[in-house]
Nanobody, 116 residues
Framework: QVQLVESGGGLVQPGGSLRLSCAAS????????MGWYRQAPGKQRELVAR???????NYQDSVKGRFTISGDNAKNTVALQMNSLKPEDTTVYYC??????????WGQGTQVIVSS
């Protein structure tokens, strides 16, 4: 059974930093893409950043230059370093993995609150 466990969320002041981590277990396939998404209440879930198995990355425009995604294929982990956080970054962040067959798996989410 595939399980994704996120950690690292919390409360931080504007301009501060947080590092989100996601560990995938029960993996018996190749992961092609790992990523982070976020969803504010009443809004659609949106891509924050993703990284392919080969290391290619994509970022939402609003986080470019502030967030950095990194992955470890051997450990099935993905991290999101978030710097210069803004109040509008406040929401729940979800980890997602995409298998070689196109199946997707999601974590349960971790709350990030940026507030003074």
């Amino acid at each position: 059974q595939v399980q994704l466990v996120e950690s690292g969320g919390g409360l931080v002041q504007p301009g501060g930093s947080l590092r989100l981590s996601c560990a995938a277990s029960g993996i018996n396939f190749r992961i092609n893409v790992m990523g982070w998404y976020r969803q504010a209440p009443g809004k659609q879930r949106e891509l924050v950043a993703r990284i392919t198995r080969s290391g290619m990355t994509n970022y939402q425009d609003s986080v470019k230059g502030r967030f950095t995604i990194s992955g470890d294929n051997a450990k099935n982990t993905v991290a999101l370093q978030m710097n210069s956080l803004k109040p509008e970054d406040t929401t729940v962040y979800y980890c997602r993995v995409l298998s070689q067959w196109g199946a997707e798996y999601w974590g349960q989410g971790t709350q990030v609150i940026v507030s003074s």
